[in-house]
């Protein structure tokens, strides 16, 4: 059982599957977290030899920030 609590309808029954990295509330079908984790990490070359990891931020609460440094 989750301390969890739903935005959308106040539900304490949330669904947490660890596998799929997700957060479901089970009385409205809110997805309250989806944070899936990818096996394979790419890489970019930039101007002078640089490398930079490519890849985009999810947060819990569901806002994405308009760009994200990983480098």
Known sequence: MSS????TCG????D???ARGSA???SCGSVLEDNI???EVQ???GSGGVSSAVGQ???ADGET???????
């Open 24 to 26: 479901v509330c089970t």
């Open 16 to 18: 947490v599957d660890q």
């Open 37 to 39: 984790i990818v096996s």
């Open 57 to 59: 931020f999810v947060s």
């Open 43 to 45: 890489f970019v070359e």
């Open 11 to 14: 539900g304490s029954d949330i």
């Open 4 to 7: 969890r609590v739903c935005r």
């Open 65 to 71: 920030p308009a760009s994200c440094d990983l480098g």
